[in-house]
C-alpha cells in the first residue's frame, strides 16, 4: 500500500496479511529550482501577494468547487489580497466561468512536468482538498520544492503532512478549510526543511531503500 491508511483498509479484509507502506517516489528533478517561462506569468499575475496553488486532473472527487467556495470565503473581510493558480483539466463549464470571472484567479489548464515544478517553487502554499486520496501527488511535489501544503482527511494524505510541513483538516468541511488557508499565510514556514522532510520521505532514494530492505528481508 502506498499510503497507511490504505494499509488499515487492506487489514480490515485480511487482518493476518504481511503488509509494508511504500510512498510513491518523488523524482530527484522535482527537487530541483525551475527556470520555467511560467514564472515570469506567475509574478505578473500575482503582483508580490501570497498565492495558493493546486493541480490535478479536477474529478469530482478531487473538489475544486470546495476550494473555489473556501477561497472566496478566507478573502471576506480581509485586507490582504490573496491569488489562487490552478492547474489540470477539468470539463465543468460552472468552474471554468467561476475562474474566469475571478480575477484573484487563475486557471492554467493541462501542465507538463517542468510547469508543475515551477508552479510547486512558486506559490506559497499548495491545496488538496480532495474527498479521497490513496496517495496525494500534488502535495509530495509542492514539498519536495520547500512548499507548505494543506490537505483533507481524504484516506491517502494523512501520513504525508506533519504540523511542520502544512496543515491537515477534516474533508468537505469549508469553514475549516478556509480557516486553515487563513492560518497557513501567518505561520513562517522553513522551505528547506519541507525540501528536507519530503526528500527524507518521498524521494527516490528513500523508497529504493526501503524496496531493498523490504525485499531483502523475504
Known amino acids: ?18 503488509t509494508k507502506v511504500v510512498y510513491n517516489p518523488i523524482g530527484e528533478e522535482m527537487f530541483i529550482s525551475s527556470s520555467s517561462d511560467l514564472k515570469l506569468k506567475l509574478s505578473k499575475f500575482t503582483n508580490g501577494n501570497y498565492c495558493f496553488g493546486a493541480w490535478t486532473v479536477w474529478r469530482k472527487i478531487k473538489r475544486l468547487d470546495l476550494l473555489l467556495d473556501a477561497f472566496e470565503e478566507m478573502k471576506l473581510g480581509s485586507n490582504q489580497s490573496y491569488k489562487l493558480v490552478i492547474g489540470g483539466t477539468t470539463n465543468d463549464s460552472k468552474l471554468l466561468l467561476r475562474m474566469d470571472n475571478d480575477p484573484d484567479i487563475l486557471f492554467l489548464g493541462s ?5 508543475i515544478r515551477s508552479l ?19 502535495i509530495s511535489e509542492a514539498m519536495a520544492q520547500g512548499t507548505p501544503v494543506i490537505a483533507t482527511k481524504s484516506g491517502g494524505v494523512e501520513g504525508q503532512i506533519n504540523s511542520s510541513v502544512g496543515k491537515v483538516v477534516e474533508r468537505n468541511k469549508l469553514n475549516s478549510l478556509a ?13 528547506e526543511n519541507i525540501k528536507k522532510f519530503a526528500k527524507d520521505k518521498f524521494g527516490s532514494d528513500s523508497i529504493k531503500n526501503i524496496w531493498l530492505n523490504t525485499i531483502s528481508s523475504l
Not at 1 to 18: A, H, Q, T
Open 1 to 18: 500500500p502506498v499510503s497507511e491508511p490504505l494499509e488499515i483498509d487492506l487489514k480490515k479484509f485480511n487482518p493476518s496479511i504481511k
Open 111 to 115: 501542465l507538463s512536468r517542468e510547469d
Open 120 to 138: 510547486s517553487d512558486f506559490i506559497d502554499c499548495c491545496v488538496i482538498c480532495s474527498d479521497h486520496e490513496t496517495f496525494g501527488l500534488p
Open 179 to 191: 480557516e486553515a488557508m487563513k492560518e497557513v499565510t501567518t505561520i513562517n514556514y522553513s522551505n
